[in-house]
């Protein structure tokens, strides 16, 4: 089945939409995106969108640091998402790739006096970490520092540091990366957020430690709170209690709740999936399907043309 486009403010096909060799963010990084996911629930025939007003604003706001002026409102952006993957049709579960960037068709490093547009795709694509629990090893490459290239934007140049911690991991043999602050505590994984379980709480890196925000993250914490009774403590983590934890598991748009059963080839609890995440991992499946009426306000449902 042929995917789609929203490229120069029309629907195409996704092959016919191109940028030419000379567009400025790709030579300087200089774009902002997402990533979001339209799950689809086999029993309902439907796509649940989740949480696509709150990727939108987290774009809209990232645009803001980069000065780029989107051609579009958040609403808009939400509505024309809306009719692009209903447009594409798929019947199984797609990520949709916002990209508002820097579109002049010449050289020299600026965020000033240039052009910007917007487009915004969608492709089938299943689990990112295709394993019921992956191992990890911490990264010799660090987050970047907020006055360096700030972490909490999700702009296209800093995921060259992503790159390169996530190469590195598999070429050491493991599935993730775990990547550190500049100041050595943990940050977050390559492209996922980190959650620790020690002593019945949930502990993950504060924002003050160079992580993205990200909005599976904070649904997580929602959940554990409201479903499980379970408090999130969100502070500075050390390397070392990455080995001690009793559980650990990424969360992410792409990487959904994913375990982490070993940690630079040590065990993390029994090397096993951990009962709490896999509550959440039980819960938060249901919710992003659209199979949890208490949350439903997080999915915007989508019908095929």
């Known amino acids: 089945m042929p995917s789609y486009a929203y490229f120069q403010k029309n629907f195409m096909p996704l092959e016919e939409a191109k940028v030419g060799v000379m567009t400025h963010f790709l030579h300087y990084g200089t774009g902002i995106f997402e990533g979001i996911r339209a799950n689809w629930n086999a029993k309902k025939k439907q796509a649940f969108i989740f949480r696509l007003q709150e990727h939108i604003e987290r774009l809209a706001n990232g645009c803001k640091v980069l000065n780029i002026k989107l051609p579009l ?55 990112y970490l295709d394993k019921d629990k992956v191992h990890c090893g911490v990264s010799s490459w660090h987050r970047p520092e907020d006055n360096v290239n700030p972490p909490q934007v999700k702009s296209t140049g800093i995921y060259i540091n992503n790159a390169l911690a996530k190469t590195e991991a598999i070429n050491n043999g493991y599935d993730e990366a775990i990547c550190l602050s500049p100041a050595g505590h943990v940050s977050e994984g390559s492209g996922e957020n980190i959650f620790l379980v020690a002593k019945g709480k949930l502990l993950t890196p504060a924002p003050y430690n160079n992580i993205l925000i990200g909005i599976t993250r904070n649904s997580v914490m929602e959940l554990a709170k409201n479903e499980l009774g379970v408090e999130t403590v969100e502070r500075s983590i050390s390397r070392a209690e990455l080995y001690f934890a009793d559980e650990c598991f ?49 999915c915007t449902p989508v019908t095929k043309k």
């Open 73 to 127: 409102t958040v609403d808009q952006i939400c509505q024309k998402a809306v009719e692009l993957i209903a447009m594409c049709g798929f019947e199984e579960d797609v990520y949709l790739r916002p990209l508002a960037y820097t579109s002049s068709a010449n050289l020299g490093v600026r965020l000033h006096n240039i052009d910007h547009d917007f487009l915004m795709f969608a492709f089938p694509w299943g689990p």
């Open 250 to 298: 990424l969360t992410g748009t792409a990487a959904h709740v994913t375990p982490v059963s070993e940690i630079d080839h040590r065990k993390v609890g029994n090397g096993e999936i951990g009962p709490i995440t896999a509550k959440l991992q039980e819960i938060y499946a249901k919710v992003i399907r659209g199979d949890h009426p208490k949350y439903m306000q997080w």
